[in-house]
């Protein structure tokens, strides 16, 4: 079991805790397939979390591109 805050795939979980270290809110919703959201609170932009997406290797890439546009620290 995976604790609360930690997504069970471990690609996504260090994309997200870099998202979380460039100042980038995690927000958990665990509604359907959803996991949670990243968010930019500058522009409110949003990034859909899965919790079992079908390559997590490549939702990782896709959810590091989503940060490389939100930098804004």
Not at 3 to 10: C, D, E, Q, V
Not at 30 to 52: E, L, M, P, Y
């Amino acid at each position: 079991m995976v604790s609360a805050g930690r997504h069970p795939k471990k690609d996504i979980a260090e994309a997200l805790r870099r998202a979380r270290d460039l100042g980038l809110r995690i927000d958990e919703i665990h509604r359907g397939h959803r996991w949670g959201q990243v968010v930019c609170d500058n522009c409110g932009d949003k990034f859909a979390i899965f919790s079992t997406p079908q390559d997590p290797g490549s939702h990782a890439k896709r959810l590091d591109g989503f940060v490389r546009g939100h930098d804004h620290a």
